[in-house]
């Protein structure tokens, strides 16, 4: 089975604008992604898409592979998409966020690897467990719920599934009750496609969360689980840490 790795970049952010140029630590945002994303093995490539001339130019410069998509693309998933009806040859495209400079081999090699061994799949994602109470309140955290198959049944920005005597006493269970939701998937291309002809349906437009968008479609979405996370870059304090990281090295 052909694999892809897409990196979807839009140049705006509202949080800390320009966020795949910044450069201080000698790299852009977007390289160090890139550069982790080409470290997973088992795929047949990696490819930033964008609308954005300036990220292509700075792309194409540090040699990487980009392709410019459509400005009309509203979502990263749009933007994959797009590539995908160029690359009939791939079998699963895996989304991976641009802002992720740390995301694991691992990782991407895991969620591929749901794909593949689960034909009757059409979707894969990852989650790790929460094991605060301020993270599992936080909105801005993507909880999901999965069933004993490892199928995911709902994603939430609120705290799920609701415990009626207290969130503190499941908190640290061996077998983790709350799991955040990580932005990478895997899509087999077919339903790619079919997803990003689908229009924005209730629950996603209330959440505000793609994902549900396939579960109200009726489609599978398997969830795999590991203990550590990458850390996504939303702010300037989340950048900061990551020059900071980096120079220590």
């Known amino acids: 089975m052909n694999s892809l790795v897409v990196i979807p970049a ?6 800390l604008p320009q ?6 630590t000698g790299k852009p945002l977007i390289q160090h992604t890139y550069e982790a994303a080409c470290r997973a093995q088992g795929t047949c490539g990696v490819i930033v898409a964008t609308d954005h001339q300036s990220i292509e130019s700075v792309v194409s410069n540090f040699g990487g592979e980009v392709v410019m998509t459509s400005e009309s693309c509203a979502s990263g998933t749009d933007r994959v998409a797009e590539v995908a009806r160029a690359r009939p040859d791939v079998d699963i495209f895996i989304n991976v966020q641009g802002d992720e400079p740390e995301i694991s081999a691992e990782a991407i090699e895991r969620v591929r690897f749901l794909l593949e061994v689960n034909p009757d799949v059409s979707m894969a994602t990852l989650a790790t467990p929460i094991r605060s109470l301020e993270k599992l309140r936080d909105p801005a955290c993507v909880k999901v719920v999965c069933g004993d198959n490892g199928r995911a049944l709902y994603f939430s920005r609120s705290p799920i599934p609701h415990v009626r005597d207290g969130y503190e006493s499941v908190l640290n269970a061996e077998k983790p009750a709350f799991l955040q939701h990580l932005g990478i998937y895997a899509y087999r291309r077919d339903f790619l496609l079919k997803l990003a002809k689908s229009p924005p349906s209730e629950l996603e437009q209330l959440e505000k969360l793609e994902q549900l968008r396939v579960l109200e479609m009726g489609e599978t979405i398997l969830v795999g689980t590991i203990s550590e996370p990458s850390i996504g870059i939303d702010t300037p304090d989340d950048y900061a840490a990551f020059v900071k990281k980096m120079c220590n090295r």
Not at 10 to 15: A, N, V
Not at 19 to 24: F, R, V, Y
């Open 10 to 15: 839009r140049l705006q952010s509202t949080r």
């Open 19 to 24: 966020k795949l140029l910044l450069a201080e």
